[in-house]
């Protein structure tokens, strides 16, 4: 009985340190949302369908006098897929053991998709943009942030559409015991579902001039649904320390 126990204690306890990181991180990744949203939102595109104004046409040589102004939004963006991994993986810790089958296929999600994101945005940073400084522009439109039917884009959406993925199985891993969980797991469920079926239909309406249409909208519902479920697993975590210090 003593082992056993002992064993419940731990497992309390251990419980109690993934719901306290589990809140810190919940609670950095909704400000760095946040933030992603207001420099993206102050950075104006300058190719693509919704460009208005100063905007450069293929091979993007142009792009070297919007530097660094237009690269500021890839860093909080990084940070912010970075972010959901832990929390993926906090959540996983912190679920009902018969729903961690679910957890751990975000988490797995989510990885991908953040290694995904993460190279193609710093690859942005650190290949493109020096080389465009160094005149060393042979080959580069094909990578460039500012081709709207380039790798850049390509790699982003999926990336992106990974992380709606995880969206999906996180929602599922939540057991839904009271209103605010239940309200979580809808939340991520429906911005996950939404993801693939904007997807979906803007493909069969745009085809081949999909461009830069479906990474603001995946963008939108990503970081809206990060910010979201990130405040409110917040507040979960918390009531479960409370719970605990009672």
């Given at each position: 009985?003593?082992?056993?126990?002992?064993?419940?204690?731990?497992?309390?306890?251990?419980?109690?340190?993934?719901?306290?990181?589990?809140?810190?991180?919940s609670m950095?990744?909704?400000?760095?949302?946040?933030?992603?949203?207001?420099?993206?939102?102050?950075?104006?595109?300058?190719?693509?369908?919704?460009?208005?104004?100063?905007?450069?046409?293929?091979?993007?040589?142009g792009a070297?006098?919007?530097?660094?102004?237009?690269?500021?939004?890839?860093?909080?963006?990084?940070?912010?897929?970075?972010?959901?991994?832990?929390?993926?993986?906090?959540?996983?810790?912190?679920?009902?053991?018969?729903?961690?089958?679910?957890?751990?296929?975000?988490?797995?999600?989510?990885?991908?998709?953040?290694?995904?994101?993460?190279?193609?945005?710093?690859?942005?940073?650190?290949?493109?943009?020096?080389?465009?400084?160094?005149?060393?522009?042979?080959?580069?439109?094909?990578?460039?942030?500012?081709?709207?039917?380039?790798?850049?884009?390509?790699?982003?959406?999926?990336g992106y559409?990974?992380?709606?993925?995880?969206?999906?199985?996180?929602?599922?891993?939540?057991?839904?015991?009271?209103?605010?969980?239940?309200?979580?797991?809808?939340?991520?469920?429906?911005?996950?579902?939404?993801?693939?079926?904007?997807?979906?239909?803007?493909?069969?309406?745009?085809?081949?001039?999909?461009?830069?249409?479906?990474?603001?909208?995946?963008?939108?519902?990503?970081?809206?649904?990060?910010?979201?479920?990130?405040?409110?697993?917040?507040?979960?975590?918390?009531?479960?320390?409370?719970?605990?210090?009672?």
């Open positions: 009985m003593v082992p056993k126990a002992k064993e419940m204690t731990a497992a309390v306890r251990g419980r109690e340190t993934v719901a306290r990181l589990g809140f810190w991180v950095l990744t909704a400000a760095v949302a946040v933030v992603a949203f207001a420099v993206g939102f102050m950075t104006p595109p300058h190719s693509g369908p919704f460009c208005t104004a100063s905007c450069i046409a293929y091979p993007y040589n070297v006098a919007f530097f660094p102004r237009d690269y500021l939004w890839i860093f909080p963006g990084m940070l912010l897929v970075c972010l959901f991994v832990v929390l993926c993986i906090c959540v996983d810790f912190w679920v009902e053991i018969e729903k961690r089958i679910f957890s751990r296929i975000a988490v797995a999600a989510a990885t991908a998709a953040a290694t995904l994101v993460a190279l193609d945005y710093f690859i942005q940073f650190e290949v493109f943009q020096p080389s465009l400084l160094k005149g060393e522009s042979d080959g580069l439109a094909f990578f460039s942030q500012y081709n709207p039917h380039g790798a850049f884009i390509a790699m982003e959406d999926l559409l990974g992380m709606s993925a995880a969206f999906i199985f996180l929602g599922v891993s939540l057991s839904g015991r009271n209103g605010l969980e239940k309200a979580t797991r809808w939340v991520l469920a429906i911005s996950g579902a939404l993801g693939f079926v904007t997807f979906i239909g803007m493909s069969a309406v745009f085809g081949n001039n999909l461009e830069t249409r479906f990474e603001l909208a995946i963008i939108t519902i990503v970081w809206t649904a990060v910010a979201v479920a990130a405040v409110m697993l917040a507040i979960l975590f918390r009531r479960s320390l409370r719970r605990a210090a009672d």
